[in-house]
């Protein structure tokens, strides 16, 4: 059993930057895609990057062009760059892998906390 840990979330000022990580507890789980969610208060978890094995990304038009997805060789990690931040980035951010199957694991979350 997978098990994911997010970290790197925190409180900046808008137009700041924070670099979110998500780690699998080992290698060879045979990820095919990982990616970040974010749920804001009151509102549905929504998909905020992906990355697949080839290294395809994907990203939702309000991260576009501010945040970046990437992941390690091993793809067991993946990370999640976010410059410009503004309040609407305020969000619980979950980190996702799923493999064959397909099975899908997720984490326990990270807050980021997006000042005006």
């Known amino acids: 059993q997978a098990q994911l840990v997010e970290s790197g979330g925190g409180l900046v000022e808008a137009g700041g930057s924070l670099r979110l990580s998500c780690a699998a507890s080992?290698?060879?789980?045979?990820?095919?895609?990982m990616a970040w969610y974010r749920q804001a208060p009151g509102k549905q978890r929504e998909l905020v990057a992906s990355i697949v094995g080839g290294g395809i990304t994907n990203y939702s038009d309000s991260v576009k062009g501010r945040f970046t997805i990437s992941r390690n060789k091993a793809f067991n990690e993946v990370y999640l760059q976010m410059n410009n931040l503004e309040p609407e980035d305020t969000a619980i951010y979950f980190c996702?892998?799923?493999?064959?199957?397909?099975?899908?694991?997720w984490g326990q979350g990270t807050q980021v906390t997006v000042s005006s």
């Open positions: 996702k892998a799923v493999r064959s199957g397909p099975v899908e694991y």
């Open positions: 080992r290698r060879g789980f045979g990820f095919t895609a």
